[in-house]
């Protein structure tokens, strides 16, 4: 035995296997980085690493059975050993081993402490913390490239799946899909998302087979942790999901404190998970023709399991959706959507009282009600949904929105922020983050996260929206009405873009054009502005006659009968619909004192002092929040003039008007315009001058402004 090891030994053996073990740890290192960089495919690695192990005993075996010869390479066998040169080769050998292990040292030593850039900032990011990830869309290798929906779907399905997993930081589902299809560097991606690893993967579903692989990387190294592949048939796939998150779990774990409890996916048909997964594809549109989509598609899976909980708690937010309340997306009626979402919900609700996303869907339910005391028993059910899943940044979001209606802000974006840390690209957190900045007048912080957004979401209109409020709150409404017809190009059915299209259209004097809407309360406004008071009013009540409950139709009633100063009409209504202060609170989040309080104080009501130090409140609460944006300026002028203070109101008007505020409605509100002052006609002749220059700019010609109407 001690002669093998001399004989190993002169042979160099023992070198060449050093050699070859250290060499081949750098060569498997360097084709991690590889494949990261050049975006190669996912088993590039594992082949080298299969040929680095397969050489080794052939290195071996080369080593022992040859020699390095000045004469080239020859058979040990037939080499005099008194005229081997083995020795001077092992000195050769060593040499180039210890700068081989030299160089491993560094790497090793410099991959864990050197600082990254991240780690160099003034501040933390979230994705020095290891228990963080990202799920990127998987991707689509079926032989017909048609099922990206069912690849998307298990991506999301495996995201949410870790989502219920307490501690564990899971990007948002919106900002891991912004990256889709897009060649961006891996580590790019987990510092945008503030995350230190990335799960990505590929499926291939053929017939009843499918193939998943996924594979685990560490962000900052791109080293490989894990990979996998699941072959099975398509009636496994909620097992192949489980085995793949826990997987990932197993990896995560010694980063853990205590015990990882195994996690499930909700199990169903496989037909009916095929057409939920193609629904989630849709609503991401966050569109109303996606929500369609997406309402259709789970119709037809509850036809097939009307007991999957997901799809009926989804279903039923679709619908809250698609209606016409405050915070939807369509322009289904929303007393009609309501009934129909609570029978989804409730029955969501009676099979899994403990499902995040039923819970979710109830509280969007409520958030959106008609009456107050309805609206207050949302927040409890979204603080449940989000104790159940913790990372769910579309109820963290939908709960900030409704803390905000509660007035009670600072709680509010306090969840909008954790909303947007686990989704920076979601949607309706950025718009409602951006209007609180918009709100406080911070329109630096504004601008900034307008254009994060539209960095991570260029094809989302959303993101358009938010820079066309920027130009338009500056003054500069011409390039905030060409961004609205961009918007409304990227998302030609959405009601919201055709409505946001006509308001810049108003603001511009453009009313022809806007008398075309399909919306009933634009062309009533529009009538307003062109002196066409009864046509107005025909209008605004053939809708309220439609619709007698729906508060933003009562609101409108009251709004189109103030400005065009029928008086006598909102007293009338306001006594016969509410009767009482108290009331008419109850019905509104944010109840339209300024359209009532000029009728109410000029018939001398018994309820005008009282309303009148309600809106004195609610102006000094926002006053007190920070909110100084020219809206809320201009809201805090009609308070001083009902008030009496012709002064103060002026000041704020003006202050507003140096903020960018450019209202054509400034010529038609009656408080202001029964008593005009030199102060008025002044701000009156700039801005008239402005909207004809911004009219300029698109080719238009200049209008005269609209007149005031008096006393009826």
Known sequence: MQNLIQE??????????????VGGWLLMQLAVVLETTLNLPGWFDTLITVLVLIGFPIIVFGAWAFEMTPGGLKPTAKIDPSKSVSARTGKRLDMVLAAATALL??????????PSGDAAASH????????????LPFADMSPDGDQEYFADGISEELLNVMAQVPGLAVAGRTSSFAFKGQNTDLREIAQILDVAHVLEGSVRKSGNKVRVTAQLIRADNGFHMWSDTYDGDLTDIFAV????????????????????????APRTDIT???????????????????????AESLDKALAIDPDFVPALAWRGYYELMMSDAEGAAGDIPAEEAFARAGVWTDRALKLDPDSADALFARAGLFSMAFDAETRDKAGALYERALAIKPNFALARNDYGYWLNDQKRFGEAIAQFEVAL???????????????????????????????????????????????AVLQEISGNLAEGLKIRRKVLAMAPHDP??????????????????????DEPYMRYRAMVLMGRKDDARALVRQELDARPDFPQQQADYLEIHNNTHDWAEVVRYYDATWGSLESFQKTFVRPPYLVVLPALIDAGHQDAPAMLAAARRAIDADR??????????????????????????????????????????LFIYPILNDTPTPRLEALQAKVAADINAERAKLGWTAIEMPEAFHKS
């Open 496 to 517: 919201r873009a055709s409505r946001d299209l006509h308001f810049a259209e108003l603001g511009l004097g453009e009313f022809q054009s806007v008398l075309k809407a």
């Open 8 to 21: 190993l030994r002169r042979r160099n053996v023992f070198r060449v296997a050093s050699l070859y073990a």
């Open 272 to 294: 009916t998970y095929d057409l939920y997964l193609l629904a989630q594809q849709k609503a991401a549109l966050n569109t109303m023709t996606g929500y369609e989509a997406a």
């Open 241 to 264: 999901q489980d085995e793949i998150a826990n997987a990932i779990l197993a990896e995560l774990k010694p980063q853990l404190m205590g015990t990882v409890t195994p996690i499930a």
């Open 105 to 114: 040292v560094v790497v090793i030593i410099g991959d864990r402490v050197m």
């Open 124 to 135: 933390k990011s979230a994705a020095s913390e290891d228990f963080s990830i990202a799920v």
């Open 624 to 665: 007190a929040s920070g909110f100084q944006n020219a809206s809320f300026d201009v809201n805090e002028a009609g308070v001083y003039l009902l008030e009496g203070d012709t002064g103060k109101a002026m000041d704020l008007l003006e202050l507003a008007y140096a903020k960018g505020m450019r209202d054509i409605s």
């Open 421 to 467: 840390a686990h989704d920076p690209a979601q949607s309706d957190v950025n718009t409602n983050l951006l209007a609180y900045y918009g709100r406080i007048g911070d329109y630096d912080k504004a601008r900034a996260q307008a254009d994060r957004w539209l960095a991570i979401s260029p094809e989302n209109p959303g993101a358009y929206v938010i820079q």
